[in-house]
């Protein structure tokens, strides 16, 4: 099988992912949707090909995935697109998924961010995290925050991937982009060392364990921009996800300090629509004094409340961004329900 044809009509389909899977063939995923590519299933040889290819496009050591059993990396295919991969072992084979990336960074208007989520790079200093699950489009929204810091704000710009996904020119801003594991071991060890890199913004992909965690407070309460991602729904699931990482003999510091420097919490979710494409759904949380003290005493179950009292200047809550959409015969009722925090208000409501 030819890997440059299968990106290409993953591509020209408009599709997100490639997936290349012994003993199914290969498939991409399209509106949420999963498509034939070819009606010949793929070896487990043709499937060890195909990412040796991957490996050579990369450039990258392909003993990497017998260390630990799967791999994250990238490569570009010129003329075609940027590919996010992530190769691994299953029933002793290797298999991958790739996700198209642009080459130029996506405007904030055409993937429908909201005004309060593009209002955040106003901020100074602190912690702005962008959560959801896994191809929500974090990392496009977090490309987005710094790419308009780089129109906007002289200063230097860290970014610290695994693997890199956008690229950023210097605009007025001086942009450096680290990728794991190529140029640092670890996020919390290249995090630690960007404190020493007189960094104004520092982008961190992903916070995945308690060290990274920690680094990046200290970060921000030190006066830096801390723009990072989690795995979690919901503003106030992240904030329990950080405080829960650590042991209960610190959580309330951690509490403390997190209240101090938290500055926005954005949720966002892919939703389909009734024609059969994705629209985004947003829920913003900027931190208030009232939410400063919900964090700090560890009530964060009253989080969701205060965003909804809040609604429409700096906030969004998710649950009325649903009823807009459903309003607007974008989605319909079954996804609206689905994906509620409350359902059974949703239901009352709708």
Known sequence: MDLIELLRKTVEMGGADLFVVPGSKPMA?????????????????????????????????????????????????????????????????????CRAVSFGLPKPEELMIPRQVMDLI?????????????????????????????????????TIEDPIEYLHRHKKSLVSQREIPNDASSFSSALRAALRQAPDVVMLGEMRDKDTIRTAITAAETGHLILSSLHTSGAAKAVDRIIDSFDASQQ????????????????????????????????????????QNLIRDGRTHQIDNTIISAHGHSMLAMDNELMRLFKEKKISRETALLYASSPDSMAKRI
Do not use: W
């Open 252 to 291: 309330a510091q951690v509490r403390l300090q997190l209240s101090m420097v938290l500055q926005a919490v954005v949720s966002q979710r892919l939703l389909p629509t009734l024609d059969g494409k994705r629209v985004p759904a947003f829920e913003v949380m900027t931190v208030n004094t009232a939410i």
């Open 122 to 158: 106003t901020l100074r200093e602190g912690m702005v995290i962008v959560t959801g699950p896994t191809g929500c489009g974090k990392s496009t929204t977090l490309a987005c925050l710094v790419d308009a810091i780089n129109e906007t704000r002289s200063g230097h710009i860290v």
């Open 29 to 97: 995923k399209v509106n949420g949707v999963m498509r034939e590519l070819t009606e010949e299933r793929i070896m487990p040889d043709e499937s060890e090909k195909l990412v040796e290819y991957m490996y050579a496009l990369a450039h990258r050591d392909l003993s990497l995935i017998d260390a630990t059993g799967d791999d994250d990396f990238s490569f570009t295919v010129k003329d075609l697109s940027r590919f996010r991969c992530n190769a691994y072992k299953q029933r002793g084979s290797v298999a991958a998924a």
